[in-house]
T-cell receptor, first 113, second 114 residues
Framework: DSGVTQTPKHLITATGQRVTLRCSPR?????VYWYQQSLDQGLQFLIQ???????AKGNILERFSAQQFPDLHSELNLSSLELGDSALYFC????????????FGQGTRLTVV | DQQVKQNSPSLSVQEGRISILNCDYT??????FLWYKKYPAEGPTFLIS?????DKNEDGRFTVFLNKSAKHLSLHIVPSQPGDSAVYFC?????????????FGTGTLLAVQP
């Protein structure tokens, strides 16, 4: 158990809909990262938050947004969903922005039908 | 632009033999490298790391080698065990940079045959 909790574990939704994925980082970790893993693809970095502020952006679509709340949990919002958004979405956390040993949650498997 | 590449999608080795997983990177600013292991239906778990000031780091059966001039790193597992069967991702970051995002390769599926 990495200590990073992601909910829900599975999500099935229709095209055009909006969903919210939730992540609770390890106790004490200030940084949260979101990654997307599509079929046969590596982990694509989406976005990083550190202590409530956006720290880095990767290949995140404009239809996607994220935030980190004062209690340090984070949410990834995906809207106007398309079939191609079906993927595993991982959240990871680390102690600070300079700590590269990030701990991953078990992921949320999103299926868009 | 795939900055971190794992050119072998899969590797099969016999139990007890050495497994060698390879990774190449293109960004010379990367100065910290990690290997993660992933079982099906689980998130990646950290395995071993190496800073660019070193060329080797060892942890039990796992050793990571870094060749900066070739922009290449490898993970050696000796001896390989069936429980090592998983997908292995290498990742790189610019530790001293303004951000700390990990850039991952596409992974290598290791199958250790009993």
């Amino acid at each position: 158990d990495s200590g990073v909790t992601q909910t829900p574990k599975h999500l099935i939704t229709a095209t055009g809909q909006r969903v919210t994925l939730r992540c609770s980082p390890r106790s004490g970790d200030l940084s949260v990262y979101w990654y997307q893993q599509s079929l046969d693809q590596g982990l694509q970095f989406l976005i990083q938050y550190y202590n409530g502020e956006e720290r880095a952006k990767g290949n995140i679509l404009e239809r996607f947004s994220a935030q980190q709340f004062p209690d340090l949990h984070s949410e990834l919002n995906l809207s106007s969903l398309e079939l191609g958004d079906s993927a595993l979405y991982f959240c990871a956390s680390s102690v600070d922005w300079g700590n590269t040993e990030a701990f991953f949650g078990q992921g949320t498997r999103l299926t868009v039908v | 632009d795939q900055q971190v590449k794992q050119n072998s999608p899969s590797l099969s080795v016999q139990e007890g033999r050495i497994s060698i997983l390879n990774c190449d990177y293109t960004n010379s600013m990367f100065d910290y490298f990690l290997w993660y292991k992933k079982y099906p239906a689980e998130g990646p778990t950290f395995l071993i790391s190496i800073s660019s000031i070193k060329d080797k780091n060892e942890d039990g059966r796992f050793t990571v080698f870094l060749n900066k001039s070739a922009k290449h790193l490898s993970l050696h597992i000796v001896p390989s065990q069936p429980g090592d069967s998983a997908v292995y991702f290498c990742a790189a970051s610019n530790y001293g940079g303004a951000t700390n995002k990990l850039i991952f390769g596409t992974g290598t599926l290791l199958a250790v045959q009993p």
